[in-house]
């Protein structure tokens, strides 16, 4: 479970990034990106540039959190996410535990709390959690002791992951201020939709969500949305929504959404809203492709367009263990622990 | 009773029935108003009554509660009797409906015969148990109406659930007529709020949490007011919560069509943004909802369309609601907050004190009718039940889990300030509540 011990030659992060100030973070948590600012979101993303210079090395590994315990514990099940937290924290020389906890264990009362309190007693010092259940992860950070990751709760957010896809096109685009973004699929129950639209309107990104009407919330046109989202367009034609696009991201559908009656059928959704080609053609020349994954083959997007030149979903993974290193690594690293 | 008089003197009275609101004295004797008039002009008694001088404060007729959560038999990790009575005579209540969702449901005379010996054995005021419309609450049978109006119900309800069979509806509607007592309907069309967590809405989408529309009220209010007309059975619509709601019951009045509408303390000040935060405490059904919502309630309890403010006071244990929260019960304590909550509306002068009271007094007894309302509840009439309640309109307090008497310390309140305390409460004619009384 432990790491390996630190290696001679393997600078500090301190050497790699010297002259960065991290005055404007102002988080003990990460729960939602409703409250970043554009600062701190830049400064994530100057911190994931450094990290990723430390991932190019031969030795892939600092000792900024040489110490630190990182506990993850998942409710629901992941691959990426929980392996890329995993590899960001080891990256750090951070101990970590991995805890599995079963869905079928989340039962009312206070099991969840019992949990927390003993990772807490066991002294972990960041906790990574993902929930089915929205807003698990506020329960946590108010009751424990701990900083708190949220690595996905229900249909909230899923910041670790909205800000990789950031990363990822700032890293192609140069910048985000003033880009198209296209988000097509199940609006209404994705966490990184909502983590997505928050922090892209942060950057002065344009965001279009688009889907079927019945996967479209009727409450994110400004007329309906109250002040308690950003401006964002909704349109539920594909066509339309991609015109001129600078990013276009399909989101993975759940294929019981059929069964709810909320699709009449997995082929329909095909075929009005796959990222085809055809469609991609609207978009502007080289624009970019997206999916935060696991993409159902064939669905969300056609094999051509996922496989092809404008698509950068492995990049997208890649990128993901950068930025949680930095996540991690803000959280854990200052002077304030 | 053989209980010493209580002179109550230098508070303003306060009684709708009466249309009084003026400086005045109150007698009680022998568990009745034996006399109310000019201030020091009481009429002398061979005994002589004890006096609670009740100067700059308020005295008005005991509070009728037409919906709450007493949770016994069944749940008395949540509330029982003992202290849910407290906590309504701590909130200035004499009358508590308690609704038929406990284990096992009131849908029998024998629970409804348990629950009123242990209101006689152990609580502290006048319990009116409101029995199943279906047996087991289970939306297929109907209950033995009649049996449980010989037992002492006052109303049915499957209130925590809806009648969603129409036909079912229909018949609870017809039957009851012939006991004239009313039908409480929890409407909710449950294939519109399966899952649901809160109002949906912009803040629903925010928090990523499955939304309950006002129009899963609207809708079955809209049923039950047809089936209603139908049938000219009684029909009570409990917690009403939307600007929809209030419509569809303005236009019933007006037709003529026999319903009555109550809606809670927390619908009128509360709003959705409430749950920000994903505070378990702001979770109840119906959701909490927005401020248009809240601006035709409060139209509504002006023009007389809605009735009765009653709290739905659901308790509920500490381990209900430190969860998830999507596992979090529904459900708010109400019983010690409703006053407090109110008088912010008088204060931000949304109500007159007056049209609350009558809405907590005259209002509900009027909604019973019947037996409730020729023995004299919810006025202080001569000769009427001496319930009493006395109240401090400035007095301030600050709502904390210690303050209440309530098992149940579920309240999106905590740690609010709130103006309107009670100072005491009388039932039958005996002090059942003192400020600062041990």
Known sequence: ?337 | MSNNPILITGGRLIDPAQKLDKKMDLLLKDGHVFWLGEEGKAPSLPEAPTILTARGKVVCPGFIDLHCHLREPGFEEKETIATGTRAGARGGFTTLCCMPNTNPPLDSRAVVDYVIQKARSEGVIRVLPIGCISQGRRGEGLAEMGELAEAGVVGYSDDGAPVSNARLMRHALEYSRGWKLPVISHCEEISLTEGGQMNEGAVATRLGLKGMPAEAEECMAARDIALARLTGGRLHLAHISSAGSVELVRRAKEKGISVTAEVTPHHLTLTEEKVMGYDTNAKVNPPLRTRTDIAALLQGLREGVIDAIATDHAPHAAVDKMCEFGLAAFGISGLETALGSLMTLVNQGELELGLVIARLTSGPAGVLGGIPMKSGLGTLKVGSPADVTIFDPKGEWLVSEASLISKGKNTPLLGTKLKGKVIATIFGGRVVYKEGAP
């Open chain 1, 1 to 337: 479970m432990r790491p390996m011990v630190q290696r001679e030659g393997a600078p500090p992060l301190s050497e790699t990034i010297p002259e960065i100030s991290t005055s404007v973070w102002k988080h003990n948590h990460i729960l939602d990106l409703d409250d970043f600012t554009r600062e701190e979101i830049e400064l994530i993303f100057v911190i994931t540039d450094g990290m990723k210079e430390i991932l190019s090395r031969e030795i892939k590994r600092a000792p900024t959190l040489r110490g630190k315990t990182v506990v993850t514990i998942f409710f629901e099940p992941s691959t990426r996410t929980r392996a890329s937290f995993e590899l960001a924290a080891r990256a750090l020389t951070a101990d970590v535990l991995n805890i599995t906890a079963s869905t079928s264990s989340i039962v009312k009362g206070e099991s969840l709390l019992d949990t927390l309190r003993t990772i807490q007693a066991l002294g972990a010092d960041v906790l990574v959690m993902r929930h089915s259940q929205s807003g698990a992860p506020y329960l946590a950070a108010r009751q424990v002791n701990m900083s708190v990751v949220n690595a996905g709760d229900g249909a909230h957010a899923h910041p670790s992951q909205a800000l990789l896809d950031m990363y990822t096109m700032r890293s192609r685009l140069g910048h985000l201020e003033g880009r198209k973004v296209v988000i097509i699929g199940d609006i209404l129950h994705s966490r990184v939709a909502r983590s997505n639209i928050w922090g892209l309107s942060t950057m002065g990104a344009e965001v279009v969500v688009c889907g079927p009407p019945t996967l479209l919330p009727l409450y994110m046109n400004e007329d309906r949305a109250g002040g308690q989202l950003p401006r964002v367009t909704v349109e539920s034609n594909a066509d339309k929504a991609v015109e001129g696009a600078d990013v276009v991201m399909a989101l993975r559908l759940q294929l019981e959404r059929q069964e709810k009656g909320l699709l009449p059928a997995v082929r329909e959704y095909v075929r009005y809203y796959q990222i085809t080609q055809e469609r991609l053609a609207r978009a502007k020349p080289g624009a970019l492709v997206m999916h935060p994954g696991p993409v159902n083959e064939g669905i969300e997007v056609s094999p051509e367009v996922s496989h092809g030149a404008n698509s950068v979903i492995e990049e997208q993974v890649t990128n993901g263990v950068a930025v949680r290193m930095a996540l991690l690594y803000l959280l854990a690293g200052g002077k304030k622990h």
